[in-house]
């Protein structure tokens, strides 16, 4: 407590009176005032700590009075107050437009502040409310009365989902460092009606819902209700607009459907595959006129048991919008079909229906049935064979081709075997259509003696109509006759020759002897290293580096010939330089008598031009400037025959004397060094394994060896691929052989030997022959192949080196135009040069590249022999590429686009 002494009050009584009589001046009339307000204060103060003390003592006494329950509640209203406090009610707007909302359509939640932008922390559920995502903001000023106000706008969206009440329980709101929480809104949904009239002008319709003018429907096109397994069954889905109604699919239809594979329809049409391109139509339903949009497709069970789906489409509706209703209607529901320059807004709309119900049964057990085409359907099927009188060594074919309703993806052609013919592996081709399609199987037989024979071949299918199996029979006896063709007798080979004789004969295939292309070679062609990137590599970088070097020395003088013109002092330093070792001989050959003469005409000018200094700089000033003590006294003397440096080095005699004995020394070294070798050389080759003659006296496997041995995969000889190759001709690997002659080909694609015997297998396994030419585009790869590829990459360098020196030469050029027609032609030219290599490494020189070496060879769907054979067999020699190596399996690819996984020994690649 503060106490005030009583002596304050007697001052203040004293001065009081002493202002009332006026018995002193302004000045101490000024301080008494100063004086009594103090005391007042002071007065002011000690009654209120009075008042605050009897007021603490009072609480104090009061708490120590309350429980702890009571201190309790006490605590928790402190924090239930304080929690109010900070989601209070503000100052936060909130509307909802429009009013009444529309179910299905996005309806708008305005928050407005005056603070922050209003932010929802977190949304709530509710009944028939869908809520999207994002927020759009934006920021309105005012000034009333010179008084600035903003209001910040947050606008949230949502779908009410159905109709009737629906209310939007409290949110919270951030707003700036606040935390709101809203109250809870409630408002009305109800679906658009549309006034729709008949087209006939009889009846009308009106207050429609938008599900009763916009809907989508799913029918099976059969009138059966139980489907086989693997039958292919048309369907199609149909989305009716009424006439006059904005509307636009956004999607393909969704089908939710398992157990079911779909017809594929990617080649009509890229978009779906599981559809036809969509049609458009007109319909009347109920007096209206619709806008038809038909999808069609089709599919086959793969699972027995009952099947549904749902499908699912989604739509974009153009609605005018609400705020031109006042102006066309007093009536609160839509009228959708106004002018067409009224304002509108798009609407989703998700259009549903389900697939028909059907159960898909299981085919009955195939066993007994005769070469089953695994055909499902009603098909019109017919055997038949291209010639009844057949010749040894002449090809026939024999051809099963049908149409029909039903799926042609599950075709498998038959195994056709007959006694004394060579049957190659059958060629299919289908057209697919859905529902529908037709199919053509080619058997190529080549007859291999004379007789008669019978071809036996049924084959059936699955007819749902008749729910069971079909047999179409083909019977017919062929005669074989022997043939007058001297090349059939050839082509007819299947195996290997039986004697040498049967090889060399006078028979003639375009002209030719047999012989005369069966013979070795003699001189080897020498390496080509692998890969091929290697053989040239040193050229091709010194011919792309020389091109830019080039260029780049020819600016680099032009550019130092305008710097010199532009810059005297320089020039004159450059040319001293050059002339420096001039002005030495001059100096060495100069006598003693001359060096004062000398020093005063060249050195001293010449010194001048090296340090930039003006010409006429005497020899007493040149001497100043330089730091050089000894040159310096040299030019002022003017004669110093001591300056003149000496000759060194050896003599002519003794520079020829050590010439000499370097000579012998080398030439001593290179007779040591050649001896051995041309000893081992004679030796070697009286004691070597000579295969010409072996190969002339039928020795083929010996000679064979010999070609493997002196074979280096990894810079393979050309010639010895030949060579090797027409051993494995004569001993009756033809596929091998067309393996050699590939590679010899591919390494030496100019030689007309290598072509000539790579042809004569190509006819036996009848391949189309290497380089014949059909067409422009056969012309084109034969002109590609004439180079290997690191061939082409050289001629590519050449041509960059040429642009190169066309740049370097650029300035002498007679016109511009010359210049740029030149560069702008080898710029071409080396581009095109460059598409060759890159061409043949994705083709004929690719590494996935391999041909089959084993006769009629099976193919899997997976790497085991156990699993499922394909419906396919490649030939002997057939090209391939491999697309996967997996363990001692190969998943190969065939020319006409055919896969299946064969063993690792089955072929050989092009390149190993």
């Known amino acids: 407590m503060i106490n005030l002494p009583a002596q304050i009050y007697n001052i203040i009584i004293s001065q009081v009176a002493c ?78 437009t429009p009013q009444p909302a529309m179910v299905g359509e996005p309806v708008r939640l305005q928050l407005i502040s005056s603070e922050d932008y209003p932010e929802v922390i ?58 709101t929480l809203t109250d809870p809104v409630t408002f009305k949904a109800m679906s658009r009606k549309y006034t729709v009239s008949s087209n006939d002008g009889k009846t009308e319709k009106k207050n429609a819902g938008l599900n009763e003018i916009l809907f989508a429907k799913c029918s099976l096109l059969t009138d059966r209700k139980s489907i086989y397994i693997g039958e292919e069954v ?20 969704a089908i939710g459907m398992e157990n079911v594979a779909f017809h594929d329809f990617s080649s009509t049409n890229p978009q779906n595959g599981h559809f036809a391109s969509a049609q458009t139509s007109n319909e009347k339903v109920n007096g209206q006129i619709f806008n038809v949009y038909t999808f069609r497709s089709a599919f086959r069970p793969i699972a027995a ?160 109509s008749a729910g069971k199996y079909v047999e179409v029979p083909f019977n017919r006896k062929l005669k074989v006759e022997k043939s007058d063709n001297p090349q059939a007798s050839v082509v007819s080979d299947s195996g290997a020759p039986t004697t040498t004789q049967a090889l060399f004969t006078d028979k003639k295939i375009n002209g030719k002897k047999i012989n005369d292309i069966l013979y070795l070679k003699k001189n080897l062609s020498g390496q080509v290293i ?93 001497a100043g400037k330089i730091k050089d003590g000894e040159l310096s006294a040299l030019l002022r003397s003017g004669a110093d025959s001591a300056y003149m440096p000496g000759t060194s080095g050896s003599s002519k005699s003794d520079l020829r004397s050590s010439l000499l004995a370097s000579l012998k020394k080398f030439s001593m070294l290179l007779v040591l060094f050649m001896l051995p070798l041309s000893l081992f050389s004679e030796l070697s080759t009286d004691q070597q394994f000579n295969p010409l003659t072996a190969y002339n006296h039928g020795e083929f496997v010996k000679v064979a060896e010999f070609y493997r041995k002196q074979l280096d995969m990894n810079a393979p000889d050309p010639a010895l691929l030949y060579n090797l190759g027409n051993c494995l001709y004569q001993i009756g690997e ?103 290599p890159f061409s043949q490494s994705t083709t004929s020189y690719s590494p996935k590249t391999a041909y089959a070496v084993i006769k009629n060879m099976q193919v899997y769907l997976l790497p085991s022999e156990t699993s499922r054979q394909t419906d396919f067999r490649i030939n002997c020699g057939e090209k391939l590429f491999i697309e996967e190596e997996r363990d001692n399996w190969l998943r190969v690819r065939t020319d006409n686009g055919s896969e299946g996984w064969i063993k690792g020994d089955s072929a050989e690649r092009l390149m190993k």
């Not at 499908?311 to 609605?319: A, E, G, M, P």
């Open 734 to 836: 033809p596929a091998r052989a067309l393996v050699m002659y590939e590679r010899a080909l591919h390494l030496s694609p100019r030689d007309s030997d290598i072509r000539e015997n790579l042809n004569l297998v190509h006819r036996k396994f009848m391949l189309p022959e290497v380089g014949s030419i059909d067409s422009p585009k056969d012309l084109i790869v034969f002109a590609r192949d004439l180079l290997r590829p690191d061939e082409w990459m050289l001629i590519a360098a050449i041509v960059w080196a040429i642009a190169g020196i066309i740049l370097a030469f650029r300035r002498r050029f007679a016109s511009e135009a010359r210049f740029y027609t030149s560069i702008t032609a080898a710029v071409m030219v080396f581009m095109l040069i460059l598409t060759a």
């Open 234 to 253: 048309s369907f199609e889905i149909k989305v009716y607009g009424v006439r006059g109604l904005d509307f636009d699919i956004r999607s393909w239809p």
């Open 305 to 464: 048991g009952k099947l549904s789906g749902k499908i699912d489409i989604s739509c974009v509706v153009k609605i005018p919008n609400d705020s031109r209703r006042s102006s066309r209607s007093s009536d609160p529901f839509e009228d959708m079909f106004v002018s067409p320059f009224a304002n509108y807004k798009s609407v989703e709309q998700n259009l549903s229906c389900r697939f028909p119900e059907f159960e898909a049964v299981s085919l009955p057990d195939p066993s007994g049935t005769v070469n089953y085409l695994g055909l499902i359907g009603n098909w019109k099927i017919k055997t038949e064979i291209s010639q009844e009188n057949l010749k040894t060594g002449e090809p026939a074919t024999l051809k099963i081709s049908g149409s029909g309703e039903g799926t042609i993806d599950t075709l498998k052609a038959p195994e056709l075997r007959l006694d004394g013919f060579r049957v190659y592996p059958p060629e299919t081709k289908k057209s697919p259509a859905p529902a529908t399609g037709s199919f053509e199987i080619r058997y190529v037989m080549i007859p291999l003696q004379e007789g008669s024979t019978e071809i036996n071949l049924p084959v059936s299918y699955f007819s749902t």
């Open 530 to 622: 692998l890969p091929l990137w290697k053989n040239h590599i040193i050229l091709i970088l010194f011919l792309f580096i020389l091109g830019p070097a080039l260029w780049g020395f020819s600016e680099f003088r032009h550019y130092r010939r305008l710097r010199l013109e532009n810059d005297p002092v320089l020039r004159r330093k450059i040319n001293a330089i050059a002339r420096k070792n001039k002005l030495l001989g001059e100096i060495r050959r100069s006598g003693p008598e001359k060096m004062h003469a000398m020093i005063q005409n060249e050195v001293v000018p010449y010194l001048n031009d090296l340090m930039g200094l003006p010409p006429g700089t005497s020899a007493t000033e040149l």
């Open 122 to 179: 977190e949304f709530p559920g509710a009944e028939g409310i869908s809520w999207r995502q994002g927020v759009s903001k934006s920021m309105q000023t005012s000034i009333v009365n010179f008084k600035r106000t903003s209001a910040y706008i947050a606008i949230y969206e949502f779908v009410p989902e159905k109709e009737g009440e629906l209310k939007i329980p409290a949110l919270k709101i951030q707003c700036g460092k606040k935390k």
């Open 19 to 96: 202002l009332r009589e006026r018995r002193v001046s302004r000045v101490t009339r000024l301080q008494l005032g100063l004086d009594v307000a103090t005391a007042l204060c002071c007065r002011a103060l000690y009654r209120f700590q009075n008042i605050m003390y009897k007021t603490i003592s009072h609480f104090n006494n009061t708490v120590h009075a309350l429980s702890g329950r009571v201190a309790s509640l006490l605590v928790l209203s402190f924090l239930l107050f304080f929690s109010l406090q900070v989601f209070s009610a503000s100052d936060i707007n909130m509307t909802i």
